[in-house]
Each structure stands twice: as structure tokens, then as C-alpha cells.
């Protein structure tokens, strides 16, 4: 047996060990927990935590630089590069712009008889990437001149052009693709470069920006128009596309850590807990990766925390807040119908709980206006900027049929993307493969000459993943034996988020499970509450749990982040079962 599989044994026992202390459904001593204000304590807690997290999510994110001037070549149109003299030509990279086509490129030592040196395919994923162009390793290159020639109208950024460790180059025809050579890597990476769906995301908010219809239309508009937010605050750059989600990741701490407080009210649970899902290695690497996945998961966590300020409170504001982040949310992703799908079934139990004819019907007439009208107007509003990229402007393109055609179109398409995804992809998994760690999907892969490598993934910490499997298993022994009603609020959001993606035979991914993730952390913070009222010695237990989860995060954090490490080692210590990728 490979050493590195008695890792997950050990944790394993050591989960074991924590639910030991757990009060069993028939002898437990359930109580709602005593209102508790935010204090100075939770204040402090809370600011450390997020603090701690703010700064481990944005250090490593991406680079600040990138160009950004680009020459728009036409089909067909030729420039030429001089180089000063000849000079051999150790490597060429090309920072590749909007739109697909491809170059030529000839080298020539006089400017007048060119030779052949290839081609360069400029496609989907090639874009806003540093990309090698792959020369004749077998022969030396060199030339003072080089002639580059698009087919198809494409935009490129930069050319750099190495001889001797040096960059050279000058072009009169198209300055754009000198003027920032500063920016120029040594080697492509995820610092400098798109990568996984960033190559659809990431381009599809700069084409929003640019008035470009955009490439990628397979989900609703509203995710790509926030990650567009960053890139206007610090330019089409890595961190600039990357900055909204990982913003977006550090805001859910505070909204996760208020439902905590409103359900279990104690300091030492609520922190515990946020911490957990803080480091938990889905929502480190899923914000770091500008994708949509990240605002669903924020919106869905304020639709459950305003429908349960609703349901124990009766405000008929934080039902209609609900209803609006519910309706944000689904411009974002259509997963996040799942979630309201669970927001019914917890409001329709809350109803048949205190049912009152009038009041009820009236409430229906207000969930219809929240639920259904609100969010449907703002789901048909984001998709503003397909009308202005096809030529429709102002207030009054809402009401056009062109425009009401243009939603409807995408609605047919989507769903006809998403239905015909079957296509077999290295890291796809299933539903019961997320719920125990059982195939992480492997984002971003590099090795290195010297014996180390760059790589990350998104999984759930083993202890979030595992304990807090345990902990929904128990919620819900509580919720069907004992009548818990906040492990029954658990146990819906979870199921809602889960129980879609049994019956979806489309190729799926672990981070699919990423929303789940958040009622993990709150499953567990109910076993911490039902331990703190009857167990002594609670504490040791909870921050046990809560630190060994830290532990992992900083075990793993090399395949988070990307940062370097001997590849040797990392397999060694961190391929805890055969099916991950490490």
C-alpha cells in the first residue's frame, strides 16, 4: 500500500473520533439558540478570519500587467519585423487578442526573399494567452527580418522575440506589437495567461466591455458582466479578470457567518465554521478562477439566509430580498434554480406549519411579485449588452421583439447546449463522486525542467467533505426523528443543490458540488451546537476539527495556488487515493 493512503485512514480516525462525542438523536437535549447580537467578539473573529483569507486568496492570483494595445490585422495583411541585424532566434511568443484565425510566419536575412517558418493557429483557446510559436528545433534559426501574415481579421497584442536571453524587435507597420514588451514572461502561466473556462469567461466580459457580441453565450449573462467589473477596475489583465471572484469569496465569510449566527449564536461556532469553509479547498481555488460559479454560490447564500431570517422572523422584506437574490442568481448560472427550488419546499413547510387562509394567499401574491416577476425582469435586463452589440440602445430595446427574441433564442440554445454535453473529459465525475472527494478536477498543470511543477484543482477539504457528509447524515436523523427545524432548513438546501445532478447525464464536474459545500459547513456548525448544549468538553472537540481542517489547507495549498513545489514530493505527500490527480 502507497504511504500516502494512510493519510485519509488517519483522518478518517480522527473524524471518527470527533463524532464520538456527538449525542446520539434519542438522548440529545435540542433547544433553539438563545438570541445572541453580533458582539465585538464576533467583530473580531470575524475580521481575522477574513483577513486571513483576503490575503492567502489574492496573493499568487495573476499578473497586474498585461498588453493592451493590439493591432487588429485584416485578413490577408502582412507586417514586418526588423530586428536590427541578423540574429539567431531562440524563441517566439505571441500574445494573442479577440477573434480566431491564424498567422504565417517567414523569416528573411535582407527583407526581400522570404523563407517559411511555420504557422501559428490563433483559436478559441488561445486567447489572451502568452502562446510559443513552435519553431524548428532541429536547425538554428535566424534572420533580421520577420514577416507575419493573419488569415482572418485578428487582434495581437505583443510579439516578443528572443535571441541570446534578449528580447529585439521594432515594427513600423504595427508599433502595437512592441510597445509593451515589458510585460513579457519568461514561459507561459497561469499568471500571465487564460486557463479552463477563463478562455470563455474571462474573453466573454471583455467582449461585453468592447460592444463584441460575445463567444460565449451556453449561461446567462450576469456572472461575465461582474467579472467584467475587474478587468474595468485593472484592465484585461490575469488579476483584473480574476479580482470579482475572489472579492465575490471573501464576501460570502461575512454573509456565511451571519446565518451561523442567527441559527446557532454562539462566537466559538460561527468562527469555527467559517474558517472551515474559508479553507476549504473548493472555495480557495473555485474563487480564484474567473468563472461564474463563484456568484451563484454568493447569491444563493444570501437567498437562505434572508428566507430564514423570513421564516423565523415573518419580515415580509427579507422574503422579498430573498426572492431579488434569487432572481440575481439565476442571471448568473441556471443552477441557481436548484436553490430556489429549496427555497420553495422550506417556505411551503413553513406555511403548512402556520397556515391561515387570507395570509396565506396574500403571502402567494407576494412571492409571486419576488419570486417570479422581480426576477424575471432581471433576468431578461442582463442581457443588455447582446441588444447593444447587436445595434439595440437605450430603455426602450426591453419592449422591441427583436430584443425579447434575442432572450428567447439563448434560452433554446442553452438548454440545448447543456442537454448535448456527453463529450468524455479527463476529469469529469459524477454526483456520488463529489460527496466523498473521490475525483478533484485538475485545472492547471505544468512541469518544469528543474523537478518541480505549478499545479491546482478544485476539491473539498477532506474534513468538510467527509465530516461534513456525517454531520448532513445527522442532520437529518434530527430533522426526520427530533423535528430540528435547522436541520431541516440543512438538509433541503442540500438536497436541492444535489438531488438535480443524480438524474443529469451530462458530463459533470466536482466543482459542480461547490454550492453543497456551503451547507456541509453549516451541517457541521449544528453537530457543534448540539455538542456545545450537551457534551462537556465541546471546545476541544470543535476547534480540533476546525484546526486540523486549517492543517489541510496549508498540507495542500501548493496544489491550490499553483505554486512551485518538487513534483516528487507532492505526489508523495498529497495523493491521498489513486483517482487524484497529484
Not at 396574500?362 to 442582463?382: E, G, H, K, L, T
Request: proline share 4%; with cysteine.
Amino acid at each position: 500500500m502507497q504511504l500516502t493512503y494512510v493519510f485519509p485512514i488517519l483522518i478518517l480516525l480522527f473524524i471518527g473520533l470527533f463524532f464520538f462525542g456527538c449525542p446520539s438523536p434519542a438522548s440529545a437535549v435540542i433547544e433553539n439558540a438563545p438570541k445572541s447580537a453580533f458582539r465585538r467578539r464576533d467583530a473580531i473573529a470575524l475580521g481575522i478570519i477574513t483577513a486571513l483569507y483576503t490575503v492567502t486568496a489574492f496573493i499568487g492570483l495573476g499578473d497586474t500587467d498585461a498588453p493592451q494595445s493590439f493591432h487588429d490585422f485584416r485578413s490577408g495583411e502582412s507586417v514586418t519585423v526588423d530586428l536590427g541585424e541578423v540574429r539567431s532566434i531562440d524563441g517566439i511568443m505571441l500574445y494573442s487578442g479577440l477573434n480566431a484565425g491564424s498567422y504565417r510566419l517567414e523569416l528573411s536575412d535582407d527583407g526581400n526573399s522570404f523563407s517559411d517558418a511555420g504557422s501559428f493557429e490563433q483559436n478559441y483557446v488561445a486567447l489572451f494567452k502568452w502562446n510559443d510559436f513552435e519553431l524548428d528545433a532541429s536547425q538554428e534559426l535566424s534572420a533580421r527580418y520577420i514577416r507575419l501574415t493573419a488569415s482572418g481579421d485578428v487582434r495581437l497584442g505583443e510579439l516578443a522575440v528572443r535571441s541570446g536571453g534578449e528580447l529585439f524587435g521594432q515594427c513600423a507597420d504595427a508599433p502595437e506589437l512592441f510597445d509593451e514588451q515589458n510585460t513579457v514572461p519568461e514561459y507561459q502561466s497561469y499568471l500571465n495567461s487564460t486557463y479552463f473556462d477563463e478562455i470563455y469567461h474571462a474573453r466573454t466580459a471583455y467582449e461585453n466591455i468592447e460592444g463584441v457580441y460575445p463567444y460565449e453565450i451556453s449561461h446567462p449573462p450576469l456572472g461575465k458582466l461582474i467579472i467584467s467589473i475587474g478587468i474595468e477596475l485593472f484592465g484585461m489583465t490575469p488579476f483584473g479578470w480574476r479580482f470579482s471572484g475572489v472579492l465575490f469569496g471573501v464576501l460570502m465569510l461575512p454573509v456565511l457567518y451571519t446565518l451561523l449566527k442567527r441559527m446557532f449564536g454562539s462566537t466559538d461556532i460561527c468562527a469555527c465554521a467559517t474558517a472551515i469553509f474559508a479553507f476549504d479547498f473548493m472555495h480557495f481555488s473555485q474563487t480564484r478562477l474567473a468563472t461564474i460559479d463563484t456568484y451563484v454560490v454568493f447569491f444563493i447564500l444570501l437567498m437562505y439566509l434572508f428566507m430564514y431570517m423570513y421564516i423565523t422572523g415573518g419580515r415580509k422584506h427579507d422574503l422579498a430580498l430573498s426572492g431579488l437574490f434569487f432572481g440575481i442568481g439565476a442571471a448568473c448560472k441556471w443552477t441557481c434554480f436548484y436553490a430556489g427550488a429549496g427555497l420553495a419546499v422550506i417556505w411551503l413547510i413553513h406555511w403548512l406549519r402556520n397556515f391561515e387562509v387570507k395570509a396565506f394567499f396574500r403571502n402567494c401574491a407576494f412571492c409571486v411579485v419576488f419570486f417570479v416577476i422581480v426576477p424575471a425582469a432581471i433576468y431578461y435586463m442582463s442581457y443588455y449588452p447582446y441588444g447593444q452589440a447587436s445595434g439595440m440602445h437605450g430603455v426602450g430595446m426591453y419592449f422591441t421583439s427583436d430584443y425579447a427574441n434575442l432572450v428567447l433564442d439563448n434560452q433554446k440554445f442553452m438548454f440545448s447546449y447543456h442537454s448535448g454535453v456527453h463529450t468524455e473529459h479527463p476529469y469529469s465525475s459524477r454526483w456520488w463522486q463529489w460527496v466523498i472527494d473521490e475525483r478533484p478536477i485538475l485545472y492547471y498543470l505544468k512541469y518544469f525542467e528543474d523537478g518541480t511543477r505549478s499545479s491546482f484543482g478544485a476539491f473539498l477539504n477532506p474534513v468538510l467533505c467527509w465530516a461534513g457528509l456525517i454531520a448532513m447524515a445527522m442532520c437529518a436523523v434530527f430533522a426526520i426523528k427530533r423535528r430540528d427545524d435547522v436541520s431541516l432548513f440543512i438538509v433541503i438546501g442540500y438536497l436541492a443543490q444535489l438531488l438535480p445532478w443524480v438524474f443529469i447525464t451530462r458530463t459533470t464536474f466536482e466543482y459542480h458540488y461547490f454550492p453543497s459545500s456551503v451547507f456541509l459547513a453549516l451541517a457541521l456548525a449544528r453537530t457543534f451546537r448540539l455538542m456545545k448544549d450537551n457534551t462537556k468538553g465541546w471546545k476541544f472537540n470543535v476547534y480540533g476539527l476546525t484546526g486540523l481542517a486549517c492543517a489541510l489547507f496549508v498540507v495542500f495549498y501548493p496544489v491550490l495556488s499553483g505554486a512551485r513545489v518538487n513534483a516528487q514530493l507532492a505526489s508523495n505527500l498529497l495523493k491521498w487515493l489513486p483517482s487524484w490527480p497529484f
